[in-house]
C-alpha cells in the first residue's frame, strides 16, 4: 500500500528526519489560507499516489500570492498518469544546491533489505540506474543487526566530503531504516535529499518522500492501514479485493482465471512464450465457490482490452464443476460472448466436462493446449 508524500513526511517527522514546513489543502481557499502561515517562495504539489509529478508539471514555485493562486488552480484537478489531483502540499522552499537519491528497500537476490544511495538523485534517477549503474551505492542492512553506523558512514563518506554531512546523513539513514522496519515497509525512499545552506552551514532535507507498505503485514499496523485512500486504488482491484480475489489488472488481451498464485503466474509466462500478452494476474485462492467464479468473469470482462479467457484450474480443494458452474452461471448472468477456453484437471473434472458439453467453452487437455488455444481464438 503507497501513501501520500505529505503522510510519509509526517511519519519522517515523527522519526526525526528533517522535511520543510508544510500543509495540505483539499481546496484553493484552504491553500490560500495555509499559506498565511508559511513564508514565500512556497512550492505547490500535487499528492497522488504516483511518482514524476515534477516532469507531469505538477511541482511549482510560487514566489508570491497571486503565482500560488494560478499554481494551485492548474494543479488541482489536474491529472497526473491517470489519476486526478484532490490535494496540494504546500512547503517552504529552500534553495537547493545539490539533489541525492537515498531509499531502503527488499533486495530478492541478496535476501535482504538494502540501502541504496546516489549522489545523482533528483527526477532523472531511473536514468541513471540504467545509463550509469555505477553511480548507485548499495548495502545490505543485516537483518538481525540493523543498519550500523560504521556502513553508512562508509557510504555517506562516497557521497560528502564534510564530516557535518555525514552525520546528517547517518542520522537520516538510520532513522529511514528504523521506519523501514518498525512499520514492515517495502520501500521508504526520499528523492531528492537536498542540500542547502542555512547562516553557511550546509544540511540535509528530505524534499520528497516515499513510503510503500508490506500489504500482508499491514494488519500489524492498523494506523497505517487507516491511510489506504481507496478512491485512488484501480476500482477493479478493490473490487477483487472485496471478492477475497487477488486480481492485478496489465495492459494484455487475454483474461486470466487461475487458481494458485504459481499456476497464475506460470500462465501468464506460457501466454508471454506463445506469443500472446496477458489482461492481469488472477488467483481465484484455493477453495472457489461458483459465486467466486462469476465475480471473477465479471471483474475481469469488465476490462475492455479482453477479447479471449483461459480458465486453467488444477483441481484440488477447489472442485472443478464448481467452477464449470461458476462459468456457466457467469456467462448467462453477465452476458458474456467472449470466446472461452478451459483446462479443469483434478477433482470432480469428469462433472466439470459434463457440464460444459453444450457450451460454447473450448476445453483444453493440458495447459500449452490451452494456451495455444486461446491466442487462436484470439486471432479470429
Ligand atoms: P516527483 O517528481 O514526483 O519525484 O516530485 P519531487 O517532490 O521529487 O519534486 C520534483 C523536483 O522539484 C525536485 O527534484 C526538485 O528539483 C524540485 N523541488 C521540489 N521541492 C522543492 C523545493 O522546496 N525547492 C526547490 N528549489 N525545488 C524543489
Ligand atoms: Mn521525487
Redesign the pocket.
Known sequence: MKIY?YQAKEIFRNYNIPT?KEKIAFSLDEAKSVAKNLTFPI?V?AQVLV?????AG??K?AKDINELESHVKSILGMNIKGLTVKKVLL??????EA?YYVGITIDREKQSAVLISSASG??DIEQVAQTSPEKILTIVIPSFLGLKPFQSRNVGYQLFNDANLVNNFISITTNLTRIFFDLDCSLVEI??L?LYSVNNEKKLIA??AKIVFDDNALFKHPDMAALRDIESEEPSEVQAKKADLSYVKLDGDVGCVVNGAGLAMATMDLIKRHGGNPANFLDIGGSSSPEKMRAAMKILTADKNVKAVLVNIFGGITRCDDVAQGLLWAMKEENIALPIVARLVGTNQDKAKALLTDSPITFAETMTDGVKKVIKALKG
Do not use: Q
Open positions: 508524500e520543510s512550492v504539489k511518482g514524476g509529478r515534477g516532469k505538477g511541482v514555485i512547503a517552504e522552499t529552500i534553495k537547493i539533489e533528483g527526477m528523492n531528492p537536498a524534499v520528497d
